[in-house]
């Protein structure tokens, strides 16, 4: 059962411990969240109330963070995916509030990275094409001081997932 234990008190961080119904329950939501509790619990071989439980602790400890509909960018239209370096000569509170704040309006940015090393920062955005990568360029160096920006278009997606790795017991 799902159990929070503290692994390093002078970080604050916490681990869930998971067993194996955990771990089933967990590989068996990432693939398909819209799985029934009838069938989660036929699969991991267990009664729904239990199951139910077990992904209600699961919640409440933060491992299932939300469940969502992962959608198909180009059945949108949505057929640029540019992966945007950036290099900042700001690095003041407020300049960074700003950035996030302009991250955060901007709903073509699917994921935003603080990276340690040569780039500051990396940016995950889908937009139809070059012409609205653009525009998404010029708007966000109007609302922010970039020193740098380099875009990379992905010309295939090779892998992409949302399922992360479920950490064996004991490991």
């Given at each position: 059962m799902a159990e929070k234990t503290s692994h390093d008190a002078s970080a604050a961080q916490?681990?869930?411990?998971?067993?194996?119904?955990?771990?089933?329950?967990?590989?068996l939501l990432q693939r398909d969240a819209s799985?029934?509790?009838?069938?989660?619990?036929?699969?991991?071989?267990?009664?729904?109330?239990?199951?139910w439980n077990r992904i209600r602790k699961l919640r409440e400890a933060?491992?299932?963070?939300?469940?969502?509909?992962?959608?198909?960018?180009?059945?949108?239209?949505?057929?640029?995916?540019?992966?945007?370096?950036i290099r900042t000569s700001e690095h003041d509170k407020e300049w960074a509030a700003r950035f996030l704040q302009a991250l955060r309006e901007r709903p073509e940015v699917i994921e935003a990275h603080r990276l340690a090393g040569d780039i500051d920062y990396i940016l995950k955005v889908q937009v139809r094409n070059a012409r609205a990568y653009d525009r998404?360029?010029?708007?966000?160096?109007?609302?922010?001081?970039?020193?740098?920006?380099?875009a990379l278009l992905s010309m295939e997606e090779i892998k992409s997932t949302s399922a992360l790795p479920i950490p064996e017991i004991g490991r």
């Open positions: 916490t681990t869930v411990r998971l067993d194996e119904v955990d771990r089933k329950i967990l590989s799985l029934s509790l009838d069938q989660i619990a036929d699969r991991v071989g267990a009664s729904k109330t239990p199951v933060g491992v299932i963070r939300r469940q969502v509909a992962i959608l198909d960018p180009e059945a949108l239209g949505l057929e640029a995916c540019f992966f945007v370096l998404f360029y010029q708007s966000l160096i109007g609302d922010v001081k970039i020193h740098n920006v380099t």
